[in-house]
């Protein structure tokens, strides 16, 4: 007789049922019912009565839920929010919606995995392979696979004998013909490497002869007797212009069209490119290439893996989309070695300028005596031309001094804005601008940290005074972003620190002098370029434009106006016209209007008339905002108190503009993120109240005359019963939080036993395998 089946499984149950929970059985005295002797009408009762141990249980839990949960999030700034479709008490429908929702993210039209996951996605009804079923493919009938219909050529299809044998009789099972198939292949595969490599080594061969008879033809061509005659100046330049870089027949010029076509596809290349910055796209994994599963890796064949297509790089005139956290030197420095190298296609390189001849400046006063004389700009160019990195490999280098020189002098320039040196400075400005362009994009990555370095220092120097405007020399700074780097990206190392920076100017410095408004107006100005292509919002612009507005509207003495800081009422100027301005023909701000302190009419008419061209462009570029009525809303209430009849025409019309974009923003549809509620509730109808005699119905604590002193008693004892129902719950929380603490503390404690013990324990068993080993090194000596 055979043994008998061990019974398997039993220490697993018996652990089992020892590690399973147990259910904490309810306690019968906890549960005791206090009967109510009679319930009396109309009394309230502020808690559950006559079931003590439900109750105890209720407050707790209900303690639990909101001093437990306030208690576990003290001192924590974050919180988590449950975005799910369904939110955290999401059913059986929300369920299904997120597992629809998950299943198009993973195999939708949209997905970049997609199509590789399509190829092996098991949740189809019926299996394919390369357009055949599995069960087709399982019954050893299916045709010929596209990899064989490729070898059906004459090197790689099979005999006629084979084909014979094996379709019209004489052959075996289906196992046979095809291990006799697969045997042919080889064999044919190896066949055609053979011939490969004959036709190789013999290319090789001829190759080596060809090289070896070269040397041969030159010595018959010429006689070893001729005497070298050494050439002139006249046959050395005669050699130049022959040998010179020039177009061959072969060489196909573009016409009209096709340059046309290039420029198109380079634009519509750059401009995808932009958008996908813009939205923070990140690059998509590379996806491997498809591999047949037909293929075979037994040593016949000579096709090498698939080598990795490189992207074409972009020659983007940006500066990096994101800057790293962390960058080594190394890759610092070969990032900005491939960069520097990186030209624009067709762009001709600068030619130096033999007109000026001088050395490169060793310091920035030096710098200063080159173009003290300079008014025309033409030593900066030449002295840029001269230092390009494409004519000699040591101008690398100089590329960041020269971009921190012309910093430098905007700096110095700006610094010492008066009203003599305020058109001069904006033209050295203009004239510079081009400069720092050019350099940017020939050493990105310095040019970038320098200037990234000229923001934090203005940075720090604003935290000092953040109450006050800064001066001209950190504004020009700001002023410069949107031209010299890309302002439509999702994240820019530059220009997203650089709009934050304007953003803190508006929402801290206080306005209250003619200056502060102009330079006020200047960076909102700078703002519609930041947000011209991304169509950012940015509260302060709303807040700063919206409250001008407002001071620009009259009051009355006793009126009192609401505005918003750092904006006051309590100015030392004021902004309303009193009187008919009409006749005044210059409204644009002009750089006066930076430095002088002294407010006239003309400023205030010029003020409004800037501050509604920028709302107009504003509400033109938060036109398809969701919120676009409710800003419209605000600028609104600001013109309908602003006497426009004072004014001149334009700014009549101009505030006629920004009137009908209103409207046209409040006529607009909005489609709301939540959808209107189908049902109203039904409204109740009204009840009967009954008439009860008071004389039936009374309470014994009250006494039937209410004079003053029966409410004032009624009021105390309300107030003592609620003291001292508010103490009882004081002390029920602290026993609570008490029970919280130290339970949280006991785990602690628990863990940190566990871990000393753990570590008591690994270093006994390395102490006793030390031992152990010095045990064994004493016995070989011996």
């Not at 023909?585 to 006066?592: F, G, S, T």
């Not at 013109?639 to 409207?663: F, G, H, M, R």
């Amino acid at each position: 007789m055979g043994k008998k089946a061990k019974k398997r499984g039993i220490s697993d149950s018996v652990y089992n049922k020892k590690a399973a929970p147990v259910a904490k059985k309810a306690n019968p005295f906890e549960n005791h019912v206090n009967r109510t002797k009679f319930a009396v009408l109309n009394r309230k009762t502020q808690h559950d009565r006559g079931i003590p141990g439900v109750a105890r249980q209720r407050a707790f839990d209900k303690r639990k839920a909101t001093l437990g949960v306030e208690l576990m999030q003290h001192g924590k700034a974050n919180s988590f929010r449950d975005r799910r479709i369904g939110g955290s008490e999401g059913g059986e429908e929300a369920l299904r919606a997120r597992f629809v929702a998950e299943m198009k993210s993973v195999y939708g039209e949209k997905s970049g995995q997609s199509k590789r996951k399509r190829l092996f996605n098991l949740n189809e009804d019926v299996l394919t392979h390369k357009g055949q079923t599995i069960e087709s493919i399982e019954k050893m009938d299916d045709g010929l696979s596209e990899r064989d219909e490729e070898e059906s050529d004459e090197e790689g299809k099979l005999d006629a004998k084979y084909t014979e044998v094996a379709h019209f009789g004489g052959a075996g099972s289906a196992k046979e013909a095809l291990e006799e198939m697969i045997a042919e292949t080889k064999r044919r595969k190896a066949e055609i490497a053979r011939e490969k490599d004959a036709v190789q080594t013999m290319t090789e061969k001829l190759d080596e002869d060809w090289r070896n008879l070269i040397p041969l033809m030159g010595k018959l061509a010429r006689s070893d007797s001729d005497e070298r005659v050494k050439p002139d100046a006249y046959d050395r330049t005669m050699r130049e212009m022959i040998f010179e870089a020039r177009g061959e027949p072969t060489d196909k010029l573009k016409s009209l069209e096709e340059i046309e076509k290039e420029e198109r596809e380079k634009r519509a290349r750059l401009e995808r490119a932009q958008m996908a910055r813009m939205k923070g796209v990140t690059k998509k994994d590379k996806i491997p290439q498809h591999r047949s599963v037909d293929d075979l890796d037994d040593g016949y064949t000579t096709i090498e893996a698939h080598d990795e297509v490189p992207e074409e790089p972009a020659n983007f005139p940006e500066p990096p989309l994101e800057e790293p956290e962390e960058e080594t030197e190394e890759t610092s420095s070969d990032d900005s070695s491939v960069e520097e190298i990186e030209e624009v296609p067709g762009k001709v390189l600068p030619k130096p300028n033999p007109e000026f001849s001088f050395d490169f400046p060793q310091s920035y006063e030096d710098f200063l005596e080159l173009i003290e004389e300079d008014a025309q700009g033409e030593r900066l160019a030449a002295l840029l031309a001269n230092s390009h990195p494409k004519l000699e490999p040591e101008n690398k280098e100089k590329v960041p001094v020269l971009f921190s020189y012309l910093l430098q002098r905007l700096n110095d320039i700006f610094e010492d804005y008066s009203k003599e040196t305020a058109e001069n400075s904006w033209k050295i400005l203009s004239g510079i601008v081009s400069h720092l362009y050019d350099l940017l994009h020939l050493s990105q990555v310095e040019c970038v940290e320098l200037f990234r370095a000229v923001l934090t220092e203005k940075q720090q120097e604003f935290r000092k005074k953040s109450s006050i405007f800064p001066g001209m020399d950190t504004l020009v700074f700001l002023k410069i972003i949107p031209i010299l780097f890309s302002t439509s990206d999702f994240r820019h190392s530059v220009a997203t620190p650089g709009l934050i920076f304007i953003s803190q100017i508006l929402s801290h410095c206080e306005f209250q002098r003619r200056t502060d408004f102009a330079r006020g107006i200047l960076l909102m100005c700078t703002i519609l370029e930041f947000t011209h292509l991304s169509k950012r919002f940015l509260p302060a612009f709303c807040v700063s434009l919206t409250q001008i507005l407002t001071l620009c509207a009259p009051r009355r003495p006793i009126e009192v106006l609401k505005v918003i800081p750092p904006f006051s009422t309590e100015m030392r100027i004021t902004l309303s016209v009193a009187e008919n301005c009409s006749k005044i023909e210059d409204l644009k701000m002009n750089p006066e209007d930076l430095i002088d302190t002294k407010v006239t009419q003309s400023f205030r008419v010029r003020l409004l008339h800037t501050t509604l061209g920028l709302s107009g462009q504003f509400l033109e570029q938060m036109r398809d905002n969701p919120g676009a009525k409710y800003f419209a809303e605000d600028f609104e209430k600001c013109l309908d108190k602003i006497p426009l009849e004072n004014y001149p025409s334009d700014t009549q019309k101009i505030a006629e503009k920004v009137q009908k974009q209103i409207e046209e923003i409040k006529e607009k549809p909005q489609n709301y993120l939540i959808p209107p509620k189908k049902s109203q509730k039904i409204p109740q109808l009204k009840q009967i109240d009954p008439k009860i005699n008071s004389a039936v119905f009374t309470d014994r604590r009250k006494s039937q005359v209410q004079d003053a002193k029966a409410l004032r008693d009624a009021l105390r004892h309300k107030v003592k019963r609620e003291t001292k129902s508010a103490l009882r719950e004081i002390r029920r929380d602290a026993e609570f939080i008490g029970k919280v603490r130290i339970k949280k503390q006991m785990q602690l404690d628990r863990e940190r036993k566990e871990k000393v013990r753990r570590i008591f324990a690994e270093a006994s068993d390395q102490q006793a395998e030390l031992k152990a080993l010095d045990r064994h090194n004493k016995r070989r000596k011996k």
